[in-house]
């Protein structure tokens, strides 16, 4: 590894819409900066930092990757993050790790759904940013317009750092309005360029966005803004200084061009980035949860935030830490404050997309990888014993869909959660729960292509083949009436009998009530010591319902009254009396089924408003309320979890992928008697009760 102070690194974020070239932009610039020796394309499948075989096979990013790259005594750290909705977390999590966000915004689409979204997420981050529109070579593309929707999406801020020559097939080219210099590219994919005259036709327009760079660059300080309205330009130094701290400030956001697949404008990207991206120096230092400031000084107390987890079947878990104060050495022992243990720290590794090599003592504001950490997960923080310092907890979004999952195979089911255990270490947004009433495995993510990616890599990497369908509801059922009934259990087939004699009555509870049991017997008609048989007896009952089968909940029953048989009553008498007894008083207590209720908050621009508050009322959904959150509008809801399982695609489909929702667990009520008989129908197709209890 090769020494590289703090003052000298450039951590960088490539973000953007899926598709928008992201993945081909890193590995131009690996290529610019001789890191590799061809010029890797998502198509070919060889890129550095698509290298998971989902990735590979569906020629898509599905996880944040590292990638690295040396130029003029300076090292930038790259990104490569997805851009599709389902896998967008990865992205936001990864502006933990670096000072600034490269947006990658496609020629042909321009803004699109994850631009937003993403530039949103810096915003609160408070990282500068500067766009790339890439594709410039495709038919169709026209620079003005794209330009102007950026300004239309995300303010005056935005501000052209050159002009192309030629668009589309005819991309040739472009202008750099900060040097007033041109440049033509080579034929070839090799990102080699030549100085040339600025065209004549191009003058008048590098003229204008050569007056709105200074004025931008101008009125972010007071003393060049003197100097600008008198003099009407500044010097080169004051230009280029000015822009730096416009762009620290986030009071100006440069936008570059070119086509990451042709290699072209990469070369003046890599020099802007070099020049003009803030170190770990420039920012203002990351602070722990205390509010303490931690310096990017290798003298500081040592703090590193692990930002990404890989797991591997084969390797075992990497860890990405990116150190925000202090060196970090191998061979040593770092404490991580979250879980209170203490870690070895064999070697430190810089991570090329999927390949390691050995780094030495590691300068704050670097990015490392660490493996087989024991404990150590996404979100901890290593620091020292006697430091202890924790950073700011990572914030993941809540699962909004769930889907049960099976092995196919009965041997497959010791393996499926430990693989599950492995796939969550480098997801955190993956849950798992063994439902106690339906008895199935639910898996819960962010989208439906999030699940299937998980299923996917449980045959792929741990050799388990699970098969995938909508999880179970867990219906309740309970009575909405009072009852009394009577039953007495006596078998006689030689020998001793059995003999078990109870009056019970039952009632509803309020929600929420689950049961109760009440012994009210007076006098010795059944003896005391059946009476914890008579109560098994119930509650073994009670999880199978009369109506469906699925258990019973918010009632009580009180014992009153009974007989018993000196010789042939027994705690099992007892217990098949009760049991006997309770579906008794259950059919005649006016049995109902519950179903559960979600809570549900739907985020959504507001020309969705009308349409989504249509279609959560059309899936028996309440609206309880509505606030507007930023540029959005999020509508509150109560909705029947039965009627939420297919709401992910069509949200996706109304709002165009611009709207997102989270919900979780409120209550229970009754199911309408409509959609009951549709219930009691499907249990006893599947055999949980039988045809004459229904």
Same mark, same amino acid.
């Given at each position: 590894m090769?020494?590289?102070?703090?003052?000298?690194?450039?951590?960088?974020?490539?973000?953007?819409?899926?598709?928008?070239?992201?993945?081909?932009?890193?590995s131009?610039?690996?290529?610019?900066?001789?890191?590799?020796?061809?010029?890797?394309?998502?198509?070919?499948?060889?890129?550095?930092t698509?290298?998971?075989?989902?990735?590979?096979?569906?020629?898509?990013?599905?996880?944040?990757?590292l990638?690295?790259?040396?130029?003029?005594?300076?090292?930038?750290?790259?990104l490569?993050?997805?851009?599709f909705?389902?896998?967008?977390?990865e992205?936001?999590?990864?502006?933990?790790?670096v000072?600034?966000?490269?947006?990658?915004?496609?020629?042909?689409?321009?803004?699109?759904?994850?631009?937003?979204r993403?530039?949103d997420g810096?915003?609160e981050?408070?990282?500068?940013?500067?766009?790339f529109v890439?594709?410039?070579?495709?038919?169709?593309?026209?620079?003005?317009?794209?330009?102007?929707?950026l300004?239309?999406?995300f303010?005056?801020n935005?501000?052209?750092?050159?002009?192309?020559?030629?668009?589309?097939?005819?991309?040739?080219?472009?202008?750099?309005?900060?040097?007033?210099?041109?440049w033509?590219?080579?034929a070839?994919?090799?990102g080699?360029?030549k100085?040339?005259p600025?065209?004549?036709?191009l003058?008048d327009?590098?003229?204008?966005?050569?007056?709105?760079?200074?004025?931008?660059?101008?009125?972010?300080?007071?003393?060049?803004?003197?100097?600008?309205?008198?003099?009407?330009?500044?010097?080169?130094?004051?230009?280029?200084?000015?822009?730096?701290?416009?762009m620290?400030?986030r009071?100006?956001?440069?936008?570059l061009?070119?086509?990451?697949?042709?290699?072209?404008?990469?070369?003046?990207?890599l020099?802007f980035?070099?020049?003009?991206?803030?170190?770990?120096l420039d920012v203002a230092?990351?602070?722990?949860?205390?509010?303490?400031?931690?310096?990017?000084?290798?003298?500081?107390?040592?703090?590193?935030?692990?930002f990404?987890?890989?797991?591997?079947?084969?390797?075992?878990?990497?860890?990405?830490?990116?150190?925000?104060s202090?060196?970090?050495?191998?061979?040593?022992f770092?404490?991580?404050?979250?879980?209170?243990?203490?870690?070895?720290?064999?070697?430190?590794?810089l991570? !090329?997309?999927k390949?390691?090599?050995?780094? @030495?003592?590691v #300068?704050p504001?670097?990015?490392?990888? $660490?493996? =087989? *950490? %024991?404990?150590t997960q996404?979100?901890?923080?290593?620091?020292?014993?006697?430091?202890?310092?924790?950073?700011?907890?990572i914030?993941?979004p809540?699962?909004?869909?769930?889907?049960?999952?099976?092995?196919?195979?009965?041997?497959?089911?010791?393996k499926i959660?430990t693989?599950?255990?492995?796939?969550m270490?480098?997801?955190?947004?993956?849950?798992?729960?063994?439902?106690p !009433?339906?008895?199935?495995?639910?898996l819960s @993510?962010?989208? #439906?292509?999030?699940?299937?990616?998980? $299923?996917? =890599? *449980? %045959?792929r990497?741990?050799?388990?083949?699970?098969?995938?369908?909508?999880?179970k509801?867990?219906?309740?059922?309970?009575v909405?009436?009072?009852?009394?009934v009577?039953?007495?259990?006596?078998?006689?087939?030689g020998?001793?009998?059995?003999?078990?004699?109870?009056?019970?009555r039952?009632?509803?509870?309020?929600?929420?009530?689950?049961?109760?049991?009440?012994?009210?017997l007076?006098?010795?008609?059944?003896?005391r010591?059946?009476?914890?048989?008579?109560?098994?007896?119930?509650?073994?009952? =009670?999880?199978?319902g009369?109506?469906?089968?699925?258990?019973v909940?918010?009632?009580?029953?009180e014992?009153?009254d009974?007989s018993?048989?000196?010789?042939?009553?027994?705690?099992?008498?007892?217990?098949?009396?009760?049991?006997?007894?309770?579906?008794m008083?259950?059919?005649?207590?006016?049995p109902?089924?519950l179903?559960?209720?979600?809570?549900?908050?739907?985020?959504?621009?507001?020309?969705?408003?009308?349409?989504?508050?249509?279609?959560?009322?059309?899936?028996?959904?309440?609206?309880?309320?509505m606030?507007i959150?930023?540029?959005?509008?999020v509508?509150?809801a109560?909705?029947?979890?039965?009627?939420?399982?297919?709401?992910?695609?069509t949200?996706?489909?109304?709002?165009g992928?611009?709207?997102?929702?989270?919900?979780?667990?409120?209550?229970?009520?009754?199911?309408p008697?409509?959609?009951?008989k549709?219930?009691?129908?499907?249990?006893?197709?599947?055999?949980?009760v039988?045809?004459?209890?229904?």
């Amino acid at each position: 590894m090769k020494d590289i102070l703090s003052e000298n690194l450039r951590n960088v974020a490539v973000v953007g819409h899926g598709q928008s070239g992201k993945t081909s932009l890193v590995s131009a610039l690996l290529y610019n900066t001789k890191m590799v020796s061809r010029l890797g394309k998502v198509d070919q499948g060889n890129t550095v930092t698509d290298f998971d075989e989902e990735e590979i096979a569906r020629k898509i990013s599905i996880q944040a990757s590292l990638a690295y790259a040396y130029k003029d005594k300076v090292k930038i750290n790259l990104l490569d993050t997805p851009g599709f909705a389902n896998f967008i977390w990865e992205s936001m999590v990864a502006l933990r790790a670096v000072e600034t966000g490269l947006m990658v915004v496609s020629a042909q689409e321009g803004v699109q759904v994850q631009t937003e979204r993403i530039f949103d997420g810096l915003a609160e981050a408070n990282r500068p940013l500067l766009f790339f529109v890439n594709k410039m070579s495709k038919e169709l593309v026209d620079f003005d317009k794209v330009f102007d929707g950026l300004v239309d999406a995300f303010g005056k801020n935005v501000v052209a750092m050159q002009v192309p020559i030629g668009q589309g097939p005819e991309f040739s080219g472009l202008v750099d309005i900060l040097e007033m210099k041109a440049w033509q590219f080579g034929a070839d994919d090799k990102g080699e360029s030549k100085e040339i005259p600025i065209p004549d036709s191009l003058k008048d327009e590098v003229g204008l966005r050569r007056e709105a760079l200074l004025e931008k660059v101008a009125e972010n300080d007071e003393k060049l803004m003197d100097k600008y309205l008198a003099e009407g330009n500044l010097s080169p130094e004051e230009l280029r200084a000015g822009l730096r701290g416009a762009m620290l400030q986030r009071n100006a956001f440069p936008v570059l061009l070119g086509d990451a697949l042709a290699n072209r404008g990469v070369q003046p990207l890599l020099d802007f980035v070099i020049s003009f991206a803030p170190s770990p120096l420039d920012v203002a230092p990351a602070t722990d949860r205390n509010g303490a400031p931690l310096k990017a000084d290798r003298t500081a107390s040592f703090a590193g935030l692990v930002f990404k987890t890989i797991s591997d079947p084969f390797t075992g878990k990497i860890s990405l830490i990116r150190v925000f104060s202090g060196a970090f050495k191998p061979d040593s022992f770092y404490f991580n404050a979250n879980k209170e243990v203490e870690e070895r720290v064999a070697g430190l590794f810089l991570l !090329q997309g999927k390949t390691q090599e050995p780094a @030495g003592e590691v #300068q704050p504001g670097d990015i490392v990888a $660490v493996t =087989k *950490l %024991k404990e150590t997960q996404t979100g901890d923080t290593l620091s020292t014993k006697a430091d202890k310092i924790m950073l700011p907890a990572i914030s993941f979004p809540v699962p909004s869909i769930s889907f049960a999952i099976e092995p196919k195979a009965r041997a497959d089911e010791g393996k499926i959660s430990t693989a599950l255990q492995r796939i969550m270490e480098e997801d955190p947004t993956i849950k798992m729960l063994r439902d106690p !009433q339906t008895k199935e495995l639910v898996l819960s @993510g962010n989208g #439906q292509l999030h699940i299937e990616m998980v $299923v996917n =890599k *449980l %045959k792929r990497k741990y050799g388990v083949d699970v098969s995938m369908k909508h999880p179970k509801i867990a219906y309740r059922e309970t009575v909405l009436g009072k009852s009394d009934v009577e039953k007495k259990y006596k078998k006689q087939s030689g020998g001793r009998g059995q003999y078990g004699h109870v009056l019970i009555r039952m009632e509803p509870l309020p929600r929420g009530g689950d049961f109760e049991f009440v012994n009210s017997l007076v006098g010795m008609s059944v003896p005391r010591n059946f009476v914890p048989a008579i109560e098994k007896g119930i509650v073994e009952s =009670k999880n199978t319902g009369v109506l469906a089968g699925y258990p019973v909940v918010d009632f009580k029953v009180e014992l009153y009254d009974g007989s018993h048989h000196e010789v042939d009553s027994s705690d099992m008498a007892f217990k098949m009396a009760s049991s006997m007894a309770f579906k008794m008083a259950m059919k005649a207590a006016k049995p109902t089924i519950l179903e559960p209720v979600v809570k549900v908050e739907v985020v959504i621009p507001e020309e969705f408003m009308g349409e989504i508050n249509g279609n959560l009322s059309g899936r028996r959904g309440r609206i309880q309320g509505m606030e507007i959150k930023g540029k959005n509008h999020v509508v509150k809801a109560a909705v029947p979890m039965s009627e939420m399982l297919d709401f992910e695609p069509t949200l996706t489909s109304i709002t165009g992928g611009r709207g997102s929702y989270f919900m979780e667990f409120s209550h229970y009520e009754e199911v309408p008697g409509h959609l009951q008989k549709k219930i009691i129908d499907e249990a006893v197709k599947e055999g949980r009760v039988k045809e004459e209890e229904e």
